[in-house]
């Protein structure tokens, strides 16, 4: 079948820590996103891309960092300069198309202590 | 820019009842709008859209959705709920065309609790 895995499902790291959640798509969808949720502010966008090799900032991308080298592969790390990194993080794919839905990802749940 | 809210933070109906979630919108041009689902500790899940034409919208497990330009509105219905649709819905919205590339913009969601 073919979708989003996110990895792992629950993630806990010590504040000063940097640290990475991998997703990957069998989709083979050129689009990439990466969403924050936080109880009663919805999804915010942290990064997206359209291609390989290229990505933008969303509305929220300070102290988070990306790469995409391989079109199924979009890595997020949050490094320690994020000063509230707890949350439930989500990546999405689409074709990018026009009106194409996002496909996500079961999430990560990261805590940082 | 462009912006969703969701005015109820939680809807409660019971089982067979008619249930409503409600959304509006603002956006600089023609939207695309869309509804999610999400379970506990699951991704979202896409139930419908509106892109252009007809103002009813049919999705997924029984829902529909009615666009109204003039009130800016794209509220989700079912005739009828089951308590399997519980969850957390979300409303989304990005202007139809231009360089936004796919880009949405969320409202923060209403928590649906369907009592049997």
């Known amino acids: 079948d073919g979708g989003i895995t996110q990895s792992p499902k629950y993630l806990f790291r010590k504040e000063g820590q940097n640290v990475t959640l991998s997703c990957e798509q069998n989709l083979n969808h050129d689009a990439m996103y990466w969403y924050r949720q936080d109880p009663g502010q919805g999804l915010r966008l942290i990064y997206y891309s359209q291609i390989v090799n290229d990505f933008q900032k969303g509305d929220i991308a300070e102290g988070y960092s990306v790469s995409r080298e391989k079109k199924e592969s979009f890595p997020l790390t949050v490094t320690s300069a994020q000063k509230n990194p707890t949350a439930f993080y989500l990546c999405a794919s689409s074709t990018g198309q026009g009106p194409s839905p996002l496909h996500f990802g079961n999430g990560t749940r990261l805590t940082v202590t | 820019a462009q912006s969703v809210a969701q005015p109820e933070d939680q809807v409660n109906v019971a089982e067979g009842n008619p249930l409503t979630v409600k959304c509006t919108y603002s956006?600089?041009?023609?939207?695309?709008l869309f509804w999610y689902v999400q379970y506990p500790n699951r991704g979202l899940q896409f139930l419908l859209k509106?892109?252009?034409?007809?103002?009813l919208v049919k999705g997924s497990y029984g829902f529909e959705a009615e666009f109204n330009k003039s009130q800016t509105s794209f509220h989700l219905k079912k005739p009828s709920a089951l308590v399997s649709d519980s969850a957390l819905y979300f409303c989304a919205v990005r202007v139809a065309g231009g360089t936004s590339y796919g880009k949405l913009t969320f409202g923060q969601g209403t928590i649906l609790t369907v009592h049997p």
């Open positions: 956006v600089s041009g023609n939207p695309y």
């Open positions: 509106y892109i252009t034409g007809d103002n």
